[in-house]
């Protein structure tokens, strides 16, 4: 089972690390349906790009006609879905194209993959035995976690609070509905914040390690109390890969790297690490924690995620092999090395959406010493 995968969104930060794994680490056929918003980069899919293995073709997940037809011609064993919009701070901006791609979107891809199911128990019942229909979600559907020792489990109940997050939970009852409804094989991930390579830069992790390297301000929402849970993202693509795998049909898997930390010790951890590994600092920056600057929070800011993982270790035997501080120390020197991708992914609509957030942002001016 699973020597072919079609996965949406695989030339975003998460999906590329899956593809890449599955591609050169254990050769399977592949292929990706991504749309290339401004989040998609076939960049980030240099390595493989080229293997016959790999195919790629540019859509949406909202046109079913095409998506119906890469099913047709590719005949998956494994859908993964991650096509998303993933940005908490556009949602708030925007929310339609959260509604548009997360639920319209995912409602979209179920019905024609249930299509293609249907169809396969008449042609190949073996084949449809044996097919998976994994939903990558993430842990902002439970909202904000009260407590300071308490964790999201997998039947914790949803509270969402942005419209990304409420966006993420209405596809995540979608797919559940299907499978109690139609029988449908799905296993559902929801996981914590990931960081690493390939990060779009409008993301906490990779804006501060190049807007320090640029000697500009490091915005720290509020005052960078709030705690995440970070994950290094191929943990995260090992872990997919397991659940779509291994995982029990009908079973939902909570994935996080028993890392939390506050905003504020994340940009700071980024600011020594810079200390040591680029020294040459930018023209009139002392320090690069000098640059920690203090902004105004972003609305309905969640203050806590925090995740037991315990079932996917118990049940299939995950664990995370880096720590928050091998993997923040590999995705500073990444960065560092990886200047041509920066700059390609870093276009003129990024650079409008980085002036328009943070232009608008009050800063209180209180720089942190
Ligand atoms: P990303 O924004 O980096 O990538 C999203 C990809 O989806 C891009 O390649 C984009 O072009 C593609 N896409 C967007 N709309 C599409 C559409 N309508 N049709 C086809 N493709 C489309 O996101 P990411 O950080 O890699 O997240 C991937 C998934 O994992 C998302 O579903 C997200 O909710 C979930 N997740 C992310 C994190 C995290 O920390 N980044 C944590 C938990 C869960
Ligand atoms: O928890 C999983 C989620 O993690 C995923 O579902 C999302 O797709 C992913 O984007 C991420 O969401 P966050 O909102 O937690 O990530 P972001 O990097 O935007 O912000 C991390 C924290 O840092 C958050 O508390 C807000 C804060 N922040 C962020 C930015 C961009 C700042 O203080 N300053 C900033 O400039």
Not at 158 to 181: E, I, N
């Amino acid at each position: 089972m699973g020597s072919r995968w079609l996965v949406t969104g695989g030339a975003g930060f998460i999906g590329s690390s899956v593809i890449r794994e599955l591609v050169s680490g254990m050769r399977c056929d592949v292929v990706n349906v991504d749309k290339l918003t401004y989040a998609g980069n076939p960049d980030s899919l240099k390595a493989i790009a080229s293997d016959s293995r790999y195919t790629f073709v540019h859509a949406d997940i909202c046109d079913a006609a095409t998506v119906q037809e890469v099913f047709r011609r590719f005949g998956p064993d494994v859908v993964m879905h991650l096509a998303a919009e993933s940005h908490v701070d556009r949602s708030i901006a925007g929310p339609a194209p959260f509604i548009e791609t997360n639920i319209v979107g995912t409602y979209t891809l179920l019905e024609v993959a249930r299509a293609y199911w249907k169809a396969l128990w008449e042609s190949d019942p073996r084949k449809a035995g044996g097919f998976r229909f994994h939903h990558v979600s993430t842990d902002e559907v439970y909202g904000d976690l009260q407590g300071a020792e308490d964790l999201f489990i997998e039947t914790t109940p949803y509270a969402p609070s942005s419209p990304y997050s409420a966006s993420k939970a209405s596809s995540d009852h979608l797919v559940r509905a299907w499978q109690r409804t139609y029988g449908w094989p799905t296993v559902i991930t929801n996981c914590s914040n990931n960081y690493g390579p390939y990060h779009f830069p409008e993301k906490l992790v990779p804006l501060m390690i190049l807007n320090a390297r640029a000697g500009k301000p490091l915005p720290v929402y509020g005052n960078g109390h709030q705690v995440r849970d970070w994950l290094y993202v191929e943990d995260h693509a090992r872990a997919l890969i397991k659940v779509a795998t291994e995982g029990e049909v009908g079973e939902t898997y909570n994935i996080g790297g028993h890392n939390e930390v506050t905003n504020l010790e994340v940009v700071e951890r980024i600011c020594e690490l810079l200390e040591e590994l680029a020294p040459d600092k930018p023209e009139g920056v002392k320090q690069y924690r000098d640059l920690i600057t203090f902004v105004a929070d972003r609305p309905g800011h969640d203050l806590r995620y925090a995740i037991d993982a315990s079932k996917i270790e118990r049940e299939l035997g995950w664990v995370p092999s880096e720590t928050f501080e091998t993997g923040l120390r590999k995705t500073v020197q990444w960065y560092l090395d990886n200047g041509d991708w920066v700059g390609r992914v870093t276009s003129g609509a990024y650079r409008e959406w980085v002036e328009k957030h943070y232009g608008e942002q009050a800063v209180d001016g209180a720089h942190h010493d």
